[in-house]
């Protein structure tokens, strides 16, 4: 089963915002995350909250999910207009899931056409949909590219059979340059995903894989270290003994790998598991979570970020349609953020990113840790005298340890 929602306070029932969302809006950028929860195969590895029934019936069908996710874009438009928030195009739409190109090319260009008619598109305004290569065709690729997508990221997360087995993943590794080379000729931008770490994966098929991902040539690569997540089939065939636990010196000699190939091909870490071509490649709708803008998340289980309140819709689609038929909103829970914990979230997500964290943004005590994490050369002496803190990249490997050491009071 997919992973819990976390505990918070019961929503408005019509989803309606506090006046303190208005707040320095103007200032933030505004995107939109739409949640596709279907899956022709369910992953072992996997715990997001996806689906692989095609037909769950009561609105929640993959034939009428995008009428009903359309509701949602019309409840987002009312309650942010009644907070009393500026107007503000939307500056990036990521259609993730689940495979979002399950669904009809159609059915998704009519969503981003609604939120543009809604809202705007800013000028440059990066729309993604997440893919696996054996789920699009060179026509659906054109068709997204002439509805207004600028990218789309390719869940390639091998190049080697075996691995791909282990991981339940049901495309062929040749597919991927294949899609890549379709994408391409629409003019899309490409975006690889690749997981390291898998049981029984050598350090020659991560190389493989690596080679394999820079032969596409991707604009944008992403590489995330497997995490074995309670409830997951992976996490009963690991309990068993039926395949090995993952291994914390395997993950870290892997990145190492991973920064030293990616480098030398001429892609930059921009984020601790993020490399880009060049900054303008660089994902920028999570670059917009990961700096503490605004979003709306649409779909089951997705998760919004307004002015500092957060919440996150009710996870299975049925409820999720029955909420919306309903015109209820259908957030399951949702927290507003103290200043303690937003300052927390900036330290934890600012740290990871090579542009680094304003020192003077930091707690006296937390600054006081500084002159230490230069001596074990976890972040950059220079950086310091520019009044940033940035990992070195002995600091990337341990930026959880950075983060722990930086926030314990």
Known sequence: MPSALPDGEVPPADGSLPESVQDGAQQRHFGLYVHIPFCSVRCGYCDF????????????????????????????????????????????VFFGGGTPTLLPAADLIALLQQAETQWGLAPGAEITVEANPDSVTPESLAELARGGVTRVSFGMQSAVPEVLRVLDRTHAPERVPEAVRWARDAGLRISLDLIYGTPGESMDQWRRSLDAAIECQPDHLSAYALIVEAGTRLAAQVRRGEIADIDDDDHADKYLMAEEVLSAAGLSWYEVSNWANTPDDACQHNLAYWRGDDWWGIGPGAHSHIGGVRWWNVKHPRAYAQRLAEQLSPAAGRENLSDATRQLEQVMLGVRLAGGLAISSLSTQSRSRIPGLIARELIEPKAVFQRRLVLTLQGRLLADAVVRELLDQ
Do not use: H, I, M
């Open 49 to 92: 909250n996806t689906y692989t029934a095609s037909e769950l019936g009561g609105g929640a069908s993959q034939r009428e999910y995008a009428g009903t996710a359309s509701k949602e874009l019309d409840l987002a438009a009312a309650v942010l207009a009644r907070a009393g928030l500026p107007e503000r195009a939307v500056t990036s």
